[in-house]
């Protein structure tokens, strides 16, 4: 077979990649062995190695101890909902979203005070070192997790009100937008930039993923005339949701 100038390996990965998706191998089949791609494909045992090693990186297939290597099961994406601010006063998207009866959504959160790290010092327009409330949560789906979250907010503003903690007191769990109204603060903008990369060790464990897979990445800051009130870090498995924009025409 030849290859042409492309590395040996991606060729023989694309071949296998192209297998997959088109249901030449399904789900639960197992990969053709090392010798066997070298045979079929007339390449050297390292290419057969390298190989599988992409589509091992890539999530297609999974090795089994003492088995192989085997098509994983890839599972059809579901949506999840970004519809940003809204001055109405409804539910954030998640929230919204778990309000239908076929829903089955919960969270988990956990505050604490800490110092601002120089990155997200810069997205709220504070000095590193400022203190913040740092929440982390965890979103889940019929009790799979589904979203990480971490967000921050300047303790200058929140610090010994009654809103300092985003899931407790009065207010707590009622989103940015209702929260800083109780301080007379107008939210009125939000942004939100949205990048991709591999996922980070700790946060693979936490979503059910394995070592190689992507996720999408969130970062959101709401505004009120032009002050950043909070900031977060939204991390989604790119394998399991899209990310759905619904944007008011003005």
Do not use: C
């Not at 590395?7 to 088109?22: F, Q, T």
């Not at 010798?35 to 290419?47: H, K, L, N, P, Q």
């Not at 060790?201 to 002050?227: C, D, K, N, Q, W």
Request: proline letters at 7%.
């Amino acid at each position: 077979m030849t290859f042409g100038e492309q590395p040996a390996y991606l060729r023989v990965a694309g071949d296998l990649r192209k297998k997959i998706v088109d249901g030449s191998l399904p789900p639960h089949t197992r990969l053709p062995s090392q010798a066997r791609i070298r045979e079929e494909y007339g390449v050297s045992d390292t290419v057969a190695l390298e190989a599988r090693k992409v589509l091992m990186a890539e999530g297609l297939v999974e090795g089994r101890s003492g088995s192989g290597t085997y098509v994983r099961e890839r599972p059809v994406p579901r949506r999840l909902a970004r519809s940003g601010y809204r001055p109405d006063g409804e539910a954030t998207p998640f929230r919204q979203e778990q309000a239908d009866a076929a829903a089955h959504g919960t969270w988990e959160s956990r505050s604490e005070q800490a110092e601002a790290g120089a990155a997200i010092a810069e997205r709220l327009g504070l000095r590193t070192g400022d203190r913040v409330m740092r929440t982390a949560y965890v979103f889940r789906e019929a009790g799979e997790a589904m979203m990480l979250s971490t967000s921050w907010e300047p303790l200058e503003l929140t610090g010994r009100t009654p809103v300092m903690l985003p899931e407790e007191g009065p207010l707590g769990g009622m989103g940015v937008v209702e929260r800083m109204a109780a301080l007379d603060v107008v939210v009125d903008n939000v942004t939100e930039e949205v990048g991709a990369r591999p996922g980070q060790a700790e946060e693979l464990l936490a979503l059910g993923g394995v070592p190689g897979h992507v996720v999408l990445v969130i970062h959101r800051t709401f505004y009120a005339s032009g002050r950043p009130v909070e900031t977060a870090d939204l991390i989604i498995p790119a394998d399991r949701y899209r990310a759905s924009y619904h944007l008011p025409v003005r």
